[in-house]
């Protein structure tokens, strides 16, 4: 029945000029659909991960420690203004070579690990300057609240200084993970089997690029109107009262 569906799907976008027998082949079906898995598995780990190494960065931009904060301000500034390709291919030909090297060999890196480091790092350094604002933007008065209280720096960080900058730096955040979905296609670059790689792999023996391109950009839209839609619903849940009213 599903076959059924799907060629008469086929033959009515037919007169459009579209093309999309390829859904008729069980082979590139299945591959195109392990290449949305992938794509979707590299979202779901790399959001998480650039949230931890953003928090974790503007941890140390913050900590008042100069042998820290110094270091972390260079890979910021180094990160942010490289583009991410030329970041990936530095990691994966030039470090991955190195580890195998080192390990003979036993690299236990993947493809799909070295996406996600970059991709998560690279967006990291763009939350840990929106959530340092949020921390500076801390009102003085609560910080001296916290310390009557004999809170320490790492507890007044912790449970003032984070909870209130991640209210205020919301907005950003969620504009930061946005555009991390779409970096997710750069993995196409070093044959990840995510959606871009796999329709490229289609379309170079089908001739069918227009048609393929639709699907992605309807996936990645669909993919980052679930993020946009998620950070507002944030955004209205931790509404401070007072704050921005």
Known sequence: MTQGWLEQGVAWLRPLGL????V????????????????????????????????LIAAGLTSGRAWLARPLSAFVELTRNTPTLVQLYCAFLVLNMLISQKLEGGNPVTPFMWVVLVVALHKAVFHAEALRA??????????????????????????????????????ALVNNLVDLVKMTAIASAIAVGDVTYESIMIWSQRDNV?????????YFGLLTWLVSLAGR?????????????
């Not at 227009?210 to 309807?218: K, P």
């Open 210 to 218: 227009l048609e393929l391109l639709l699907l992605i950009l309807l």
């Open 24 to 55: 008729l082949d069980a082979g590139e079906r299945a591959a195109f659909g392990r290449g949305l898995w992938v794509t979707l598995q590299l979202c779901l780990v790399s959001i998480p991960v650039s949230l931890l190494f953003g928090v």
């Open 233 to 245: 619903w944030l955004e209205d849940r931790l509404r401070m009262p007072g704050y921005g009213q």
């Open 134 to 171: 949020g921390i500076e933007a801390v009102p003085g008065v609560t910080l001296e609240a916290a310390r009557s209280l004999a809170f320490s720096r790492g507890e007044i960080l912790l449970r003032v200084q984070l909870p209130l900058a991640c209210r205020f730096a919301l907005p």
């Open 19 to 22: 093309n999309y027998a390829f």
